[in-house]
């Protein structure tokens, strides 16, 4: 297994070993959905009520729409829907040789603050009302918008790029 093991090996062992260790986290969080799962879910709509089904609904809905956007493949010069045109976007602010390392960062990143997210809101409406939430919330959504304006300003007035896509084979 040392400096005399092929290389082809060592990458074969250590996929098998990553696929592993993904099916065994997968099957972990399974179970604890399963036996767990039905108690929160209880919690959350005996705490929270009709927040609590939002909440849910929301998370549902966005899922769904996350499989429906990340499941489309498109061409280079297909009209892409707004959803799409969104999801591509965020490869703009990446060099082109660093696409994948930029859109793995903001998977993971959105992935920590859909964990994070609920936890600090419900939180939050334990202490303030949920008007107050929802205005910081709204204060939030700008903020953000206005970080990225002059990035969106200056797009709009350069000729539309092709996109990070390549051409699919038909």
């Not at 592993?20 to 399974?30: D, F, I, N, P």
């Not at 061409?75 to 703009?92: C, E, F, I, N």
């Not at 903001?106 to 859909?114: E, F, Q």
């Amino acid at each position: 297994m040392g400096a005399d093991y092929p290389d082809a090996a060592r990458e074969w062992i250590a996929r098998i070993a990553s696929l592993m260790a993904l099916v065994a986290a997968g099957w972990v969080a399974l179970f604890v959905l399963s036996v767990q799962g039905p108690r929160w879910f209880a919690n959350l709509l005996g705490k929270y009520g009709a927040v609590g089904v939002t909440a849910i609904a929301g998370w549902v809905a966005t899922t769904i729409a996350g499989v429906q956007v990340g499941g489309s493949a498109r061409r280079v010069g297909d009209d892409l829907p707004t959803t799409s045109r969104l999801v591509a976007w965020v490869t703009k602010l990446a060099p082109s040789n660093r696409v994948a390392d930029y859109m793995s960062v903001h998977a993971s990143l959105t992935g920590v603050r859909g964990i994070i997210a609920p936890l600090v809101a419900f939180h939050a409406i334990t202490h303030y009302s949920l008007v107050t939430v929802g205005w910081f919330c709204v204060a939030l959504i700008l903020l953000g918008n206005a970080t990225l304006l002059p990035e969106i300003l200056a797009s709009r007035s350069l000729q539309p790029a092709a996109g990070p896509m390549e051409d699919l084979p038909e």
